[in-house]
Every structure is written in structure tokens, then in C-alpha cells.
């Protein structure tokens, strides 16, 4: 970023902790922010912002800058929000790892195993009686109006599957069928507590696959929102601050999501590291969001993440 009318360049940090939680807390905080001499603070506002997924906020941050004469190298911004604290994947503890499926055969078994360990409570098995049969519901989509999905990411415990959706579509039609045959086993099981958060936009996205995948026809209603977990538990979670999935996590789990790549190129093949990251991650959260809120009630079971997330939080 560099200052207009031959100034020298200036070089910002990313935004830490405190303006990641203030971020969190509302606008009045970012108004403040918006003074005619700090650029410094306002691009801590706007990386805050775009890992938080505020548009409107960016927003007002971007036209303070361009009041001051501030220009955003837009490149630099990805490292920033990068070096911002932020939360994880706990992949070291995901035994069987990120799965995409895009017609490979070995992927297909492995994405199998994933969701079938989901159903079956694979920590039962384990000796753990107290382990809830549960899984996380996200997509993504390319940011324009009227898309139909690129991804469906569905996490457990143990590991998250991202459906590549064009890719799949190109497969032959035992192989699509086999893919409906897994989603529509968890969609239709009724001991499977299925996550998500404001999944109609996502239930919308995917629908527009519906003559080609028959498991959209099972989504409407299957997916509870996380959010109604957080208000059932009633142990004095704040709903105001849970807005969007990145603010829900940064109230419940203590740091929120990088959303750095939300609107990035979802149709681009292959994903990046960060698209595949990004993706797991936002499926993955719910379940910690869930455990966590089953911890502080006291619950009996739960769903076996809340400790991964906690390693991950005092590792930063």
C-alpha cells in the first residue's frame, strides 16, 4: 500500500487481537476508527473486516482510506490477513485428513469412510459410548448472483470431504450415484445430528444441481443451524454477536475465521491450498462451535472436537 501524490510507502500490520474482538462487537468501534489520520488503524479495520466477513464494513474503511489518499494494494492483503489471529484447522488431529472428490477412485473410498466413521460414531468404537454421530454442512460458490455451488463440504470428526460439484458432474452416472448415495445416507439418518449456519443460501446454491444430483432433494430441513444449538444450551452465549459463522466462532471459540478467501474464484481448478483450507475449515467450525456449547452446558456427550480446538487456540 503507498500514499497518493508521491508520498513514500507506508507499511501496515495486520490487525491483532483487540481489533479482531472489537471488530466483533459492532460499528460504534469502527467509527471511532474512521479519523482523518490514522491509515494505519483504518487498514487494521479493513483486513479486521474482510477476515471477519463484513463487506459493509470493508466498505467504509476502503472510502476513509480513499479519503486520505490511502492506496490498497489489493496483493498484499491475503499476507495480512494471514499474520492476523485467526482460527485453525486442527489437521494434525483430523485421522483421516481433507478429502476432495472429483472423480478420482481413491478419493471416492476415502470420502466413503469419512462420512459412513460419521454415521456409526466412530468414537463409540473407540471406547468413547458418550460420542454424538454428527457432521458440518457448508458450500461455496462463485461470488455472483444466481450461482450454483462448487463446493459441498461435509466435515466429522475425523476428517472433511469437499465435493467438487462441476468435476463430478462430468463423471458417469454410476459414479454420481454413488456420491448420492453417501450424502443421502447422512441426510436420511436420523441419529446424525446434521450442522450448518444459515445453510439456505447454501440449500439454494445447491438446488441448482438438481438435475443432476439427486441428494439436493433431501436437504430442505435436514440441517439444523448452529445457531439453535447456542440458544438451546442457555448458558448465557450473547446471539447478537453471532451473525455471521466467523463471529459466531470469534464469541464461542475465542478467535474468528479467516475470510479472506470467501470471495475468491471458486470455479478456479485447482483450489488453492488456501481455498481447500478456507473451505474445510468452515465446515469443520460448526462441530467445534456444537462441542463447545455442549461443554459449558454440562452435556453427557458430545462430538469429540472441543479439545482439538483448544489446542489449536493455545498454539497461537
Not at 473451505?279 to 482439538?308: S, T
Amino acid at each position: 500500500m503507498s500514499t497518493g501524490g508521491g508520498s513514500q510507502p507506508q507499511t501496515f500490520s495486520p490487525p491483532c487481537a483487540r481489533v479482531m474482538k472489537s471488530m466483533d462487537k459492532g460499528l460504534g468501534w469502527l467509527r471511532v476508527k474512521m479519523s482523518r489520520n490514522r491509515p494505519k488503524q483504518l487498514m487494521e479495520v479493513l483486513v479486521a473486516a474482510l477476515l471477519l466477513g463484513l463487506p459493509e464494513d470493508a466498505a467504509r474503511a476502503r472510502a476513509a482510506l480513499a479519503a486520505l489518499k490511502v492506496k490498497v494494494d489489493e496483493s498484499q492483503l491475503p499476507a495480512l490477513a494471514a499474520r492476523a489471529p485467526s482460527l485453525r484447522l486442527p489437521l494434525e488431529h483430523l485421522t483421516r485428513g481433507v478429502v476432495v472428490v472429483d472423480g478420482a477412485l481413491d478419493a471416492l473410498g476415502r470420502a466413503a469412510a469419512v462420512l459412513e466413521g460419521a454415521r456409526r460414531g466412530v468414537g463409540a468404537a473407540a471406547g468413547d459410548p458418550n460420542r454424538l454421530p454428527a457432521v458440518g454442512f457448508d458450500a461455496e460458490w462463485r461470488p455472483s448472483v444466481g450461482a450454483p455451488a462448487e463446493l459441498l463440504q461435509v466435515a466429522s470428526a475425523e476428517g472433511v470431504v469437499l465435493f467438487d460439484l462441476p468435476a463430478l458432474a462430468r463423471q458417469p452416472a454410476w459414479m454420481r450415484s454413488e456420491v448420492d448415495g453417501m450424502l443421502n445416507g447422512l441426510l436420511n439418518d436420523d441419529a446424525v445430528l446434521r450442522l450448518g449456519f444459515d445453510f439456505t443460501n447454501d440449500t439454494q446454491s445447491l438446488q441448482l444441481w438438481d438435475a443432476v444430483f439427486g441428494f439436493v432433494t433431501s436437504l430442505h430441513g435436514r440441517v439444523v443451524d448452529v445457531r439453535d444449538v447456542l440458544e438451546a444450551v442457555d448458558v448465557g452465549f450473547d446471539m447478537s454477536l453471532c451473525n455471521g459463522l466467523s463471529s459466531t466462532c470469534a464469541h464461542v471459540l475465542g478467535q474468528p475465521l479467516d475470510k479472506a478467501q470467501q470471495c475468491s474464484n471458486w470455479g478456479q481448478r485447482p483450489l488453492s491450498p488456501g481455498q481447500r483450507a478456507y473451505a474445510a475449515l468452515d465446515a469443520h467450525a460448526l462441530l467445534g462451535i456444537c462441542d463447545e456449547a455442549l461443554g459449558r452446558a454440562g452435556a453427557p456427550w458430545g462430538l469429540g472436537v472441543r479439545d482439538m480446538y483448544a489446542a489449536e487456540a493455545g498454539a497461537v
